[in-house]
């Protein structure tokens, strides 16, 4: 019955759209990227999940294959993305999120200010619990950001069509992982005095988790930390503002987990003695793909270059500043101390784990599966500036969600929702 009653609620909404609208929300996938899809021994409509990294200004766009692991489908350069490397911590601070976070159906917007959207959840339970404030922070197109990541136009369609088939193949919702740089060896020693360390070393658990499982890593928030694959015992909940209960990850997982991170910590103090520091803050509000600041560079100087941007840069678009702080960032090069923003308070680690997974003696798996965090609350809805363990969690009845499209593994429509801008 809940199926039916979403499918017709869906159903009832398309026929609201205009045709624009629905142009968009609906454009199948190219015949290349379905090859693509095939040739990575997926289907367009199992699973998905998408990874962020700000330094590099890219977005990973995962899928689970035949069995059932999850490998990169494409990478995508991002176009803009504003603020310092850092969590969000208040509303109008132009920093874009950093964390896990839930994308459901209803946070994807094909009514788009920006071309399309989809509203990342924040803040999750994670952000709620250090009383960080913000809202309307989108993945969305138009290559213009104000605490969201902007990819061009072209990208965000083909993202959102991914996601779409995914959701019409049974996924309720799809993980984004937001990090501040890829969690090498090299970056932590390179960003070892930022006072964000601590909740990226936090983060960086969880990127473990994924890299050793190829599995989606089920996240909870207990003790103001992130926790990945715990178990709490039966009768206990996880609580971001309460000490975390005993749990346990499993053992085959936290065992390949501490194995990787002994190893990336022996790297790190090889490389601190001689690593370059990195600027705490860049003032170049932010950061923006090579390939499209090269793009830039061809339209202002009128030079033709062979250089090829990934979708059409718009007429005004506001790149980061070049500063000698941002130039340095980029090209690794070392730079003098610098004081970090005010009121970017960092999030204390996670709390130690035992080699069983667990912040205290080993106690034996609950029965039932513990209680996901409550962080993917969705705002309005509007846009303002070797694999081990599990299989990824498919509902084959969700499939009912969404109507079966045309195109081989394709869903005909998604809704469009009133927004307000």
Known sequence: MVALAATAALALAACNQTDEVARKANKPLTPEMVSLIA????SPASPMLVRIFKQEAELEVWKATSDGSYALLKT????????????KVRMGDRQAPEGFYTITPGQMNPNSNYYLS???????????????TGEFLMVHGDCSSAGCYAMTDEQISEIFSL???????GQRAFQVQAYPFRMTPKNLARHRNNPNMAFWRNLKQGYDHFEVTKQEPKVNVCGRAYVFDAEAVPGRSFDANASCPPYQVPPQVASAVAEKQHSDEAQVAALTPSAPLAPVRTNADGGMHPVFLAKLKERESGQMSFAEAPGTLPEHVNPPKMTPEKVALDSEAAV????????????????????????????RPATAPAAQPSGSAVPPRSDKSAAVGRKPATLASAAGMMPSGTLAGAAS?????????
């Open 39 to 42: 040739k990575k021994d997926m």
């Open 76 to 87: 995508y350069p991002i176009c803009r993305w504003s603020g310092e490397l850092g969590p």
């Open 118 to 132: 989809f509203n990342l959840g924040f803040p999750n339970a994670f952000d709620r619990s250090y009383g960080r």
């Open 163 to 169: 996601a779409r088939e995914s959701f019409a193949g």
């Open 336 to 363: 003098a101390p610098v004081a970090t923003a005010s009121g970017a308070a960092a999030a204390p680690a996670a709390p130690t784990q035992t080699a069983a997974g667990a912040p205290v003696p080993p106690v």
């Open 413 to 421: 429509s998604l809704p469009t929702n009133s927004f307000s801008p």
